[in-house]
Nanobody, 119 residues
Framework: QVRLVESGGGLVQPGGSLRLSCAAS????????VGWYRQVPGKERELVAS???????YYANSVKGRFTISRDNAKNTGYLQMNSLKLEDTAIYYC?????????????WGQGTLVTVSS
């Protein structure tokens, strides 16, 4: 059974950087698109960045110019590079893969990783 495993969250000071990783494991999976969402307690989950190809990439206005989404298809892994982090970036970050395996279309979610920006 294919699942996503996230890593890379942690505590960072304002202005610092983190790179989140999200790896698909447990079987064959071909990624069509990668998305990163975040959620703060009491608020709805929001889309931070998504990409189905290098030419088709979306960033929320709040992270444009600071975050970069990428992926390594050979490793079935997606990344979110976060630079110039701000206090308001504190949240649980979730990765989302859309793609397919031998059974057809799949949408998968990571378990979430906590990013805390604090001085």
């Amino acid at each position: 059974q294919v699942r996503l495993v996230e890593s890379g969250g942690g505590l960072v000071q304002p202005g610092g950087s983190l790179r989140l990783s999200c790896a698909a494991s447990g079987g064959f999976f071909s990624i069509d698109s990668v998305g990163w969402y975040r959620q703060v307690p009491g608020k709805e989950r929001e889309l931070v960045a998504s990409s189905s190809s290098p030419a088709d990439t979306y960033y929320a206005n709040s992270v444009k110019g600071r975050f970069t989404i990428s992926r390594d298809n050979a490793k079935n892994t997606g990344y979110l590079q976060m630079n110039s982090l701000k206090l308001e970036d504190t949240a649980i970050y979730y990765c989302n893969f859309k793609g397919r395996n031998s059974r057809g279309y799949l949408e998968l979610w990571g378990q979430g990783t906590l990013v805390t920006v604090s001085s």
